[in-house]
């Protein structure tokens, strides 16, 4: 697995450092409210777990798994609910945990699904951002790390499914996928 990838980006204790730092901001900034997480599986499931570990208010966990990319390194452009949650979310203030933004799509289309639902607040956490391969316009409310145009893999974010049990990200090799 370590040999396919061409660099570590961010290594397992300086992602930790970063988890650690977005929890308290969430933690300070949402005191008082009526917090739900979303997790966006599958890649944010890491993330997400080493988030709330990190966030010291009361809250509620619920799940989406969303699928855009399958085994490409390209968006499909068309973003499949594969599981919806299991709570509403009107009047509640969401948090939806992601593990990365590239084109903005998922982002994008999830947002709007929410808001039509009549969430009280849409607040958006992505411990990564590739803002040099966005087609539509959004920026996360809290971001971890900005990186460039390159496919990573680790830390939750897959190729054809292999990958997520790395404990930091890095690029993987264009033979691998091409
Ligand atoms: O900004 P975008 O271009 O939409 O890309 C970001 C999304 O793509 C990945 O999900 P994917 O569709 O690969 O599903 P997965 O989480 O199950 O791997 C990633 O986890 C984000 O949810
Ligand atoms: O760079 C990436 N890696 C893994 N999954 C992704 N989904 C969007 N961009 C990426
Ligand atoms: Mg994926």
Redesign the pocket.
């Known amino acids: 697995m370590q040999r396919d990838i061409q660099e570590v980006l961010y290594s397992e204790e300086q992602i930790q450092a970063k988890v650690k730092e977005l929890g308290q901001q969430i933690s300070r900034d949402f005191e008082g409210r009526n917090l739900l997480v979303i997790c966006?599986?599958?890649?944010?499931f890491i993330f997400m777990a080493d988030l709330v570990k990190n966030v010291t208010i009361p809250l509620d966990l619920d799940f989406m798994?969303?699928?855009?990319?399958g085994a490409s390194t390209k968006?499909s452009g068309v973003?499949k609910i594969i599981k919806d949650l299991d709570v509403p979310v009107e009047g509640r203030d969401v948090l939806i945990v992601?593990?990365?933004?590239?084109?903005?799509?998922?982002?994008s289309y999830l947002i709007d699904v929410l808001e039509r639902r009549n969430a009280l607040s849409v607040t958006v956490v992505a411990l990564f951002d590739k803002p040099g391969?966005r087609t539509v316009d959004l920026e996360p409310d809290y971001k971890g790390f900005t990186i460039p145009d390159a496919f990573v893999v680790g830390y939750g974010?897959?190729f054809a499914e292999k990958y997520r049990n790395l404990p930091f990200v890095g690029v993987l090799k264009e033979e691998v996928y091409s």
Not at 65 to 69: G, H, I, L, Q
Not at 98 to 105: A, R, T, V
């Open positions: 966006v599986l599958k890649g944010a798994a969303v699928s855009s990319y968006s973003v992601e593990d990365i933004i590239d084109s903005g799509l998922t982002l391969r974010l897959d």
